[in-house]
């Protein structure tokens, strides 16, 4: 049986390739390094992450990038000889159409293209294909040309701000477009058209949208012409699959879809979607990718299997051998001189600058830079939320001189929302422990608990996350565990917490944190850090 969501956690905008009997999932990442995750599977239930193509600063530098812009809506796919994947970098994110948001409805994207002979290679340097607008795709028609699909976006006044999907092709021999730019789609009333997968099925050319926003109103749209350049006609229901008029839903906001066809010929969708926290109705894992069969009707449009236009919590299995499952319980002892696939840092592509697995061999050093949630250089390192309970630790030493000096343990969704359980050091009362909390829906936008004194030495320091809830723990070595006596509310840590017109667009992590706001690099040494997904505990202090 395939369980939905297939990659749980901050895993939004899939697209999906076949090669052979291996399957590939290319995932947004914003704007964390290295840049796209890579699943692999062979039975579509189990996915392993296998790698990060965009991780020199020759491909990717997102340093000044806002908040939830960097990489947007990776496409992967492979025309019999190489892998290609397309991608944009946002650099500016503007106003979004909405009360209460301010600034100019102007933004920067930029479209670039890189490819592989093997998925997990050294990918090349990217090639621009343009700045019209997001979403691009790479659609391979039968004669060998090849064709660059996006969203295209319009700044003007009383316009709408998505425009519609635009078409031009590549020429690989000359690394750019050539020939004319055609809106082969403007969308339906459902609005913010994006997102754009083109196939090609018995003499007609499919187009896959995403609309209605990804939020609640999500939905994927399809249609069809037997030109590739249009017009395109809409399928009889418009929107193939969508929870947008079910709040009964167990998968909400789904959307942003990519097809797949297995060797024996079956079509599969895959999507994103949101799971809501029950008693808070927001997304604290961010947007997740789900999979369902569909099937292709006597009319040549595809639908659900019972045309229900819904996603599914469960699926048939294919029937072959099972892929590996993922951990869902892991130590990192930083035994090793590279970092483990699971952890990424924000923005930069220099990580020499913020960590080191060499400095103390089996440590993971990290050098205070930057604010947390500074744009530029912050040293950060984590990994994602993939469940709504669990449990996460570390082993620390670190000794502060002054109060612009900290490090420590957080859970963290951006610059705007995060808890942070830190050691700084007091000119009153020392070295001491204390959580910093940035609020996105409180009049207060930062938050901090009363220091309490601790000696020096090796400190250990522990989240305990069960649903909303969210409580910190440390104890020094030999002693026992000392709960702070907060309790913190985990539900910020998701898009829907959030001033108006900001981009929210990835989800909650937990991990490492150092910061040396004198500019002296003060360094912090990690000793292991664990990640534990369990069971709800009522009372999280007595596990």
Known sequence: MIRNPILPGFNPDPSICRVGDD??????????FPGVQIHHSRDLANW????????????????GDPDSCGVWAPDISHDGERFWLIYTDVKRYGRTTVGGASGASLRDFHNYLVSCERVDGDWSD??????????????????????????????????SRFAG????EYSPEQGRLVGARTNIFPGTSLGLTEAPHLYKRNGWYYLLVAEGGTGWNHAVT???????????????????LTSRTRPDAPL???????????????TWMVYLCGRPLPNRGRCVLGRETAIQPM????????????RSGMPVLEAPALGVPPSPARETEVRYDFDSTELPLDLQWLRTPEPDRIFSLTARPGHLRLHGRETIGSLFTQALVARRQQDFCYSASCAMEFAPEHFQQAAGLVAYYNGSKFHYVHVSHDEAIGRHIRVMSALPDSPQADAFTAPIAIPEGRIELRVEVDYERLRFAFRIEGADWTWLPEQFDSSILSDEATQPGLPNFTGAFVGMACQD???????????????????????????
Do not use: C
Request: hydrophobic fraction near 30%; charged fraction near 30%; glycine fraction near 10%.
């Open 23 to 32: 399957y590939y999932i290319a995932t947004s990442t914003f704007e964390w």
């Open 48 to 63: 392993r992450l296998i790698g990060r193509p965009l991780n020199r600063a020759s491909q990717l530098d997102m340093r």
């Open 126 to 159: 990217p090639v621009h294909i343009n700045s019209s607008g997001f979403d691009p795709s790479l659609f391979h028609d039968e004669d060998g040309r090849k064709y660059v699909l996006n969203q295209l976006w319009d700044h003007r006044p009383g316009r």
């Open 165 to 168: 999907i635009v078409l031009q």
């Open 222 to 240: 399809m249609a069809r012409s037997r030109n590739l350049r249009g017009p395109y006609g809409l399928h009889p229901d418009g929107q193939i």
């Open 252 to 266: 909400q906001r789904a959307g942003h879809a990519d097809l797949v066809e297995t060797p024996t010929g079956e």
């Open 295 to 306: 099937r292709w009707g006597d009319d040549g449009w595809l639908y659900t299997e019972d």
């Open 517 to 543: 706001m004198a500019g002296t690099g003060r360094t912090a040494d990690f000793d292991w850090f664990e990640y534990r997904e369990r069971a709800y505990r009522e009372d999280p202090t007595r596990g």
